[in-house]
Structures are given as C-alpha cells and as structure tokens.
C-alpha cells in the first residue's frame, strides 16, 4: 500500500510538472485539464493545485474583461 501511494503522488507531481511546462509554453487549455484532472484526486489539495486554478481563472476573467 505505501508503495502504490507513493508511486500515485510520484505520478501526480510528475502531471503538476508537465501542466507548469505547459503553462510556461501558452499551452493553457492542455495545462487546466491536467490541473483539473490532479485537484479531482487530490480533494484536500497536498500538492497545491487549486492556486495554479484559480490564478488561470483571474487571468481569463481579465483577459475577458480587457
């Protein structure tokens, strides 16, 4: 059981890495679905995922606003 545990949130920081490149490189809809995707596993939010969330929703309610 510790195993598969750890080689579950080895694989989630691997997704949150990938989604931060992503980001990085203007891809933001390939990026959201990978947050998306962590903050469904992770419900009390470990691996900090929901900021990442919330600051690409500020940036597109400002995007909209602009």
Known sequence: ???SIGLLRFHLLALKGSAVILLRLGRIDEA????????EIDERDALGVSSLLATLAAREAATADA
């Not at 959201?32 to 903050?39: N, T």
């Open 1 to 3: 059981v510790m195993r």
């Open 32 to 39: 959201r679905h990978r947050l998306e995707k962590i903050a």
